[in-house]
């Protein structure tokens, strides 16, 4: 029960954003984008920090990089293959690490791979959770506004 509660509580949290649709779902994209970079720590800051030079919802880039958290080992072991093909290394990855400074101790071959892997991984998702997020949010503001109810867009 914990789980679904987590979920109705996430939810909840994504309806209660405010601004248009175009604004909310750059920054989900954003979050989900930043979430598949070797940048565990610092990811939710570096969501916001992109959020804030792209005009972006931060508070959706805020969500959004907390979304893939539970995947993250996935996420970042398919980074540092994806890299390492594009840069055409051959570094094996034998170490789980829990850090970036942990990541850049093994070397500059493997952090650059996993971050070059990391950019190229997380653009579909982000590209998806737009869209996804654009329809959700262009849906739920046409029911608002067919029910004589503010949209709650931004000017």
């Known amino acids: 029960m914990q789980l679904k509660d987590?979920?109705?509580?996430?939810?909840?949290?994504?309806k209660q954003l405010q601004g248009d649709p175009h604004y909310i779902a750059m920054g989900m994209g954003i979050g989900i984008f930043v979430c598949a970079t070797p940048t565990f720590p610092f990811?939710?800051?570096?969501?916001?920090?992109?959020?804030?030079i792209l005009?972006?919802?931060?508070?959706a880039a805020a969500i959004g990089s907390g979304v893939g958290i539970p995947l993250i080992?996935?996420?970042?072991?398919?980074?540092?293959?994806?890299?390492?093909?594009?840069?055409?290394?051959?570094?094996?990855?034998?170490?789980?690490?829990?850090?970036?400074?942990?990541?850049?101790?093994?070397?500059?071959d493997v952090s650059i791979a996993m971050i070059t892997g990391g950019?190229?991984?997380?653009?579909?998702?982000?590209?998806?959770?737009?869209?996804?997020?654009y329809?959700?949010?262009?849906?739920?503001?046409?029911?608002?506004?067919?029910n004589g109810k503010s949209t709650g867009i931004k000017p």
């Open 6 to 14: 987590g979920i109705k509580k996430y939810l909840s949290r994504i």
């Open 43 to 52: 990811q939710t800051l570096l969501a916001v920090a992109l959020a804030f």
């Open 73 to 108: 080992p996935f996420l970042y072991v398919e980074s540092y293959k994806v890299g390492m093909f594009l840069l055409g290394n051959s570094s094996p990855f034998q170490k789980k690490y829990e850090s970036l400074s942990e990541l850049f101790e093994m070397g500059m």
């Open 119 to 133: 950019v190229i991984v997380g653009i579909m998702p982000g590209i998806i959770a737009y869209f996804i997020t």
């Open 55 to 59: 005009r972006a919802s931060k508070a």
């Open 135 to 146: 329809k959700i949010f262009t849906t739920l503001r046409s029911k608002k506004n067919i």
